[in-house]
């Protein structure tokens, strides 16, 4: 049957003639207040032990009480409709709510149907402080890819255990031999099902990122067969015509001709890869409507400033990188920005298609979707879309089409502002953007900013700074006030030269005066001799 295992429904039809077992989970003895202590490890009747229990019955009573009433509220706004905007309008506002990001929303949505639908005995223990709330959500993960009828059957084993005195370890042990029983499929997406791409730009910002193909292995292996023959046949084409002196093909940078030596395999199989032509079965692939953009500060392009840069708006890119892909770049489109502010310098327009140019800067500015919450990147795909609507008839009567007046959107989030489900209004004076989701929340979102990097702000403000200081002491100078008249420019010639006469002296062997600072030395030392006058100059005031 290869790697094409039975997708997890398939599970159910096993079930119509078995149930998982219901065995017996209990605690050697209850978990009073002392045997909580014991097990904690702290000696009794200390502040340790009171700490312990404050926390215990924190846990038992008031946290879980704010849990079940937060997922009880949460579960009121899921609705069964698979793809529809109601869903995408509540799990919004449930994001909002609980201040996280879109995705995060619809999963607390989803996990909060499910406590409540599927696993109601389970989550009355929660409700009674009996089932702590991380082994909940534990339970909650694990029978995600089971059917409904199959969770109900977990609730009613799990809610049967003495799950108010098991220890942790127990209870995971017990949970996790309980959805194996139904079968692989359960617990573990199929191969085929997590065939995926995913692109990671490193954390460090180093200016590299990972492409990760996921999939069923014998699809990976010929692909990285052939990956591997084809860079092998490259190799082998470059070192014959190094030998023969023929041409070299598949000379990408030029590395070869230069250095004499033919690629190595690793750096072959990644151009081969990158630059192959992408087989989408005969179907028409537009060309990109943008380009990929680099938004390099111009500091950081003169070399006077370190500060990064940012590939498609999101991912940063070192200073260095940038600079080089700049000189490498046929063309500049040079974008004015607000110094304080990160704004766009630009202009409004009456007509209302979207200019390229001002889609471009768009897209700079809203590189993910700007519905607050949805991470969705629109550098490509998105949408540019009037805030107030544009009038057809009466151009100056509606919205301009302005960068104060456009924003990107995703596609679904376009669709459903289009539909009036969602209702942004700017304010004109902050540039804060108040969303109406639906009938149901009401949220703030400052217009991105960013495109002046922190570091860049500061540099410029410092300069500022700087700057100002250099006139004020300019102005000072010029007025005469720090001159000196010609008697104090002789009087402190005259202090440093007895100074450095005093000094000597006392560092003399025979005056002992740095030998130890403790000894009072000779009482009598009638200390060092007198200079001879300068320009008829006494000794000076000390
Ligand atoms: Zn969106």
Partial sequence: MGYDDAPAGRAADRLAVAEPPRKTIRARRPLTP????????????????????????????????????????????????????????????AATGLRTKLGRGETRLRDAHVAVTDLPACFSRVAAGELPTDWFEWLLRSVLRLTSHQRRQVDERVAAWQVDAIDVERFYRELRLLIDWFGRAAVQETPREQRAVHLTPS?????????????????????????DAAARAVQDA?????????????????????????????????????RSRLDTGGVEVPEPAFRLSVVVPVLTLLGRSNAPATLDGTIPIPARMARELAAKAPAFERVLADAATGDYAHAASKTYRVSRAMAENLRLIDPVCAVPGCDCTVMSVGESDHIEEFDLEHPARGGPTAIENLH?????????????????????????????????????????????????????????????????????????????????????????RWGEHLLEYWSRPDTGGAEDPDDPGDPDDPGPPGLDPRCGYGPPPF
């Fill in 34 to 93: 002392q045997a909580l202590v014991e097990r904690a490890d702290v000696a009794p009747r200390t502040a340790e032990a009171a700490t312990v229990l404050r926390i215990y019955r924190r846990r038992r009573e008031e946290h879980a009480a704010l849990y079940v009433a937060e997922m009880r509220d949460l579960a009121s706004l899921w609705t069964e409709e698979d793809e529809g905007d109601e869903k995408t309008l509540h799990a919004l506002a």
């Fill in 203 to 227: 954390p460090d910002g180093d200016g590299t990122g990972c492409l990760t193909v996921v999939g069923p292995i014998p699809e990976l292996l010929a692909l990285g067969h052939r990956l």
């Fill in 238 to 274: 470059q070192r014959r015509a190094l030998e023969t002196g023929g041409t070299i093909l598949y000379d990408v940078d030029g590395d070869v001709a230069r250095d004499g030596r033919h690629m190595p395999l690793s750096a072959l199989r990644y151009a081969i890869l990158t």
């Fill in 408 to 496: 990107r959107l995703c596609r679904r989030h376009h669709r459903m502002k289009t539909a009036g489900l969602l209702d942004p209004v700017r304010d004109e004076t902050t540039g804060v953007t108040r969303w109406r989701i639906g009938e149901i929340a009401v949220c703030d979102a400052r217009r991105d900013g960013d495109l002046v990097t922190r570091e860049l702000g500061q540099h410029l403000r410092r300069a500022w700074e700087q700057y100002e200081a250099d006139l004020e002491f300019e102005a000072i100078l010029h007025s005469g006030a720090l001159d000196e008249s010609p008697q104090e420019r002789l009087d402190a010639i005259e202090e440093q």
